[in-house]
Nanobody, 130 residues
Framework: QVQLVESGGGLVQAGDSLRLSCAAS????????MGWFRQAPGKERDFVAG????????LYGDSMKGRFTISRDNAKNTVDLQMNSLKPEDTAVYYC???????????????????????WGQGTQVTVSS
């Protein structure tokens, strides 16, 4: 089991950058594929970015491509989301998510669906003003 704690959210202006971080508890962080999702008021929780267990594969939501970068450090049990060129429509609560993956898998798969993740953080608010 893993516990996730996000940090780094805040209020920024359009065009600014922000870096979110997710710290995971436990000694088996490398056994989890990781992802970031976000949820704006009144909307569904959407996929933002995902990274495979071995960091070899990443995927992004369409509106994030070229602006956001996900990375992980298995030695530090962290996964980060670097967000550049932020827009007001990026305003949302951002959630870190983890999916345990058996070692029988190659560790190269990225999960993009909400239901594929079994562990979630409490979320961190990102507000982008125009």
């Amino acid at each position: 089991q893993v516990q996730l704690v996000e940090s780094g959210g805040g209020l920024v202006q359009a065009g600014d950058s922000l870096r979110l971080s997710c710290a995971a508890s436990g000694r088996t962080f490398s056994r989890y594929a990781m992802g970031w999702f976000r949820q704006a008021p009144g909307k569904e929780r959407d996929f933002v970015a995902g990274i495979s267990r071995n960091s070899g594969s990443t995927l992004y939501g369409d509106s994030m491509k070229g602006r956001f970068t996900i990375s992980r450090d298995n030695a530090k049990n962290t996964v980060d989301l670097q967000m550049n060129s932020l827009k007001p429509e990026d305003t949302a609560v951002y959630y870190c998510a983890a999916r345990f993956e058996d070692t029988a898998y190659t560790g190269t798969y990225v999960y993009t669906k909400l239901r594929q993740y079994g562990y979630w953080g409490q979320g961190t608010q990102v507000t982008v003003s125009s």
